[in-house]
């Protein structure tokens, strides 16, 4: 398993989809986007293996998102090397 950090860098597969995912703070959010966001950079996350279990942290982030407390935008944003 590979070094967990909370420095932006370690979000390569999410800088990576960024431009696939919902530009508009409005726009509806699928399950996949969420994914691209929460769950590609996860180290227990195996692409193709059971995709129909939902951990708890992809459960709260689709509840934010969903609720538009937090915006893609604004994870996009705080991921990025300038932080902007």
Do not use: N, W
């Amino acid at each position: 398993m590979g070094r967990v950090t909370d420095e932006p860098a370690a979000f390569p597969k999410l800088r990576a989809a960024a431009a696939r995912l919902p530009a508009d703070p409005g726009a509806e959010l699928a399950d996949a986007d969420i994914v691209r966001i929460a769950c590609s950079d996860c180290p227990f996350y195996k692409q193709g293996e059971d995709e129909e279990l939902e951990c708890g942290a992809f459960r709260l982030l689709r509840h934010l998102l969903r609720r538009k407390v937090l915006t893609v935008q604004a994870i996009v944003a705080a991921v990025q090397p300038d932080g902007r």
